[in-house]
C-alpha cells in the first residue's frame, strides 16, 4: 500500500497544497489508454500539454501528493521560455520571475570572468529567468488541471511494468492498494532515480564525477543584482568552487563543492551548514546578515544517457533518459526540449499521420541532443569539479593566469543551455533550397523570433502543428501550393499557412503579417517574394525554400512525416 | 614557407638557466602549477593547438 506522506513539505516561502489522491474505487474500469505518463515533473507535464494540443489524452501518475521538494531547477532558459509559452504557462512565469543575463566569476578576489548573454530586441524573453521549480510545477498543474484530455492522478506510484504485444500493463499503488492500467504507450518522465529504467535493466553511458556540491536555499537580503556568481579556490573553501544565484521570494541559492573524502551526511549537519555558508557571506563582504535555511541537498555531477529513448511501449524522457550536469542549467531545460519534441512526435504516430519511424526520429534526435550537452556540459563540468589530478593543475593553472591574461578567461565560461539543432534530422528536406540561403535558421534549428510591434512576436502567432511561413507581396497563394495545404489537412495534419509580407490580408493564407519594414524577411534571410520556411509542431524548421513550389512543398512533408 | 624560427644554442642555454631557476624560485610545492601556467603561455604563443599536441607526445616520450 502506498502512502505518501499528507503533511504539506516545510517550506519558509512556498505554501505546498497537498492534493486528494486518486482511488481506483472511486472510477469505473479503465478502458486501455493510449499515453500514461509517469512522473509529474517538467518533463511530465509538458509531454500531457503537447500531447493535448494534438488532441491525444493522456494519463499522468504521480507517486506524491505534492509539488516537489525544494527549489530544485531555478534558472529556466530562453527557449524554455518560448516552449511554456507554447503550453501557455510563460507569462505566469515572467509575471513572477527574475530575469537576468549577466555572470561573473571570481578568483583571489577580483572578478576574473564575465558572461554577457546577449538578448535581442527580437526576442521576448530574456536569457534566463530565475524561478522556483515549485511554482513552475505549480503553473504547469494548473495548466494540466484544466485540460480535458488530461486526468491527473495523485499519490499513484507505478510500481511494476510489464511489456505486452503492443502494449505495457502497468501495476499502479495507491493508498487504498494497487491496481493496473493498460496503456499503448508508458512515457517514464520519473526522473534521475527511475526504478522503471532500473527494472528495466537499461544501461546508461557516459561519466559520473566524484566532486559533490551542497544546493542549499536561505533567506536573506542581499543588496545584489540577479546575477549568477561563481567563486573559485576561496579562502575558506580551499581548491572547490562556490556558486550563488538569486531567486524570488528573498531566497538565494547557495551551492558549495565538499572537499574530497567528505560524506553527503556530514556535510548537511546543521553546525557544517552554518559555519560554511557564514564564511561565503563573510568572503562577499556580508558577514552577519542574518538568514535562514529553507532547503537543502547534495548533488553530484553526471553526463549519463540512454543510447535509445524508446523501448516496446516504454519511452524515457526528461532526467529520466538522462543525467546531466546542473553547470550550464541543462536538466529541466533539456527536458522541456525532450517534451515538446517527444509530445508532437507520439501524437502523430498515435493517430496514424506518421508510422513508427517518427519515434525512433524522436529518439535519435534527442539521444544526439544529450550527447552534444554531455560534451559541452563535461567542458564545464570538468572545469568546476576537476575529476583527476592534471584536470585540477590545468585549472588552477587556468584560475592563476586569469588574474592577468585575458586569453583563459573564456575557459569559466559555464556554456550555458541552448536548444539542440536537429542538423541532420531524417525530417529535414533533400530537396530544398537550405543550402542557398546565407542567413535564418537553417534545417532543424529552432526558429528566430522576430518583433512585430508592442508586445507582439512572430512566435506568438505559431505552434501547434506545422507552419508553412510564405514570404509573399501577392495578394493570394498560389492555386496548386493551396491544393497541397488541402490535401495535407484532409489527412488530418494540421497545417497553417501564414503570409508574410503583404499589407492586405492574403487570399488562401489563415494569417497575414504585414511586416512593413522587413524584419522578418531579414531575419530569416529571404531576399525576395516567393521564399517559404516550413516548421515542424515544435517549431523547428525541417525545409526553406528561395522559391517555394508545390511539388517541394508536398515533397518537403512527405519527408517530415515518415510512413 | 619561411622556416619555423628555432632558438640559437646562445638562446637555448638562456633558456635552460631561466626555466631552471624559475622552477626553484617557485618552489617544490608549486613548481608544478608553475610548469602548467608556462605551458598554457607558450601554446597560446604557439597558436596551434595540433603543434602543441605533437609537443605534448614528444614530451611524454621516454620519460
Known sequence: ????????????????????????SQHPPQPRHRVVIAGSGPAGMVTALELARHGVPSVIVTAELQFSQG??????????????????????????????????????????????????????FFPMLNIQQQYMEEYLFDACAANPLIDFRWGNKVEGVTQRQGYAEVRVDTPEGDYTLQTNWLVDATGGRSAIRTAMNLQME???????????????????PTERLAFFDPDWNPGNTVLMHREPHGIWRVDYQLPPGETPEQALRPESLQARIDA????????GTPWEMDWCSVYSARTLTLPDY????????????????????????????????????????????????????HSAERVGAAREIIEEGGKSTRFMTPPSRGFSLLRNAVLSLSLTQDFVRPLYHWRTSRPHEYTRSALNSPGDDNRLFTAGPAHGAP????????????????????????FTEADAIAPPLLAVVEATRQRGVPLRVTAIGAARPVSGADQTLPDADGRVRRRYGVQASGGAYLLRPDQHVCARWITLDAHRLQAALATALPQ | MNAPQTLS?????????????????????KSELFLVKLALLNAQALGDADAFRRQIDTALRDL
Do not use: C
Open chain 1, 310 to 361: 524508446v523501448h516496446g511501449s516504454v519511452i524515457f524522457t526528461g532526467d529520466a533518459a538522462h543525467l546531466l550536469p546542473i553547470f550550464g542549467v541543462r536538466g529541466a531545460n533539456t527536458g522541456f526540449q525532450d517534451a515538446q519534441s517527444l509530445g508532437w512526435q507520439l501524437a502523430f504516430v498515435i493517430k496514424g499521420l506518421a508510422g513508427p519511424g517518427l519515434l525512433a526520429n
Open chain 1, 71 to 124: 527549489s530544485r531547477a531555478i534558472v529556466f532558459t530562453r527557449r524554455s521560455m518560448e516552449i511554456l509559452q507554447q503550453v501557455g504557462t510563460a507569462d505566469r512565469m515572467t509575471a513572477n520571475g527574475l530575469p537576468w543575463r549577466f555572470g561573473n566569476s571570481f578568483y583571489r578576489g577580483q572578478r576574473v570572468f564575465r558572461m554577457e548573454a546577449p538578448h535581442d530586441p527580437d526576442d521576448r
Open chain 1, 206 to 224: 557516459g561519466a559520473s564525477y566524484e566532486g559533490f556540491f551542497v544546493i542549499a536555499d536561505i533567506r536573506i537580503d542581499l543588496p545584489l
Open chain 1, 280 to 287: 561565503q557571506l563573510a568572503m562577499i563582504g556580508h558577514g
Open chain 1, 1 to 24: 500500500m502506498h502512502q505518501p506522506t499528507t503533511q504539506p513539505r516545510p517550506s519558509i516561502y512556498y505554501p505546498y497544497q497537498v492534493f486528494q489522491p486518486w482511488l481506483p
Open chain 2, 9 to 29: 644554442l646562445a638562446g637555448l642555454e638562456a633558456v635552460y638557466d631561466a626555466l631552471a631557476t624559475a622552477i626553484d624560485q617557485a618552489g617544490p610545492e
Open chain 1, 447 to 470: 526558429p528566430q523570433n522576430v518583433r512585430l510591434g508592442a508586445d507582439d512576436f512572430l512566435l506568438d502567432h505559431l505552434g501547434g502543428g506545422f507552419e508553412l511561413l510564405v
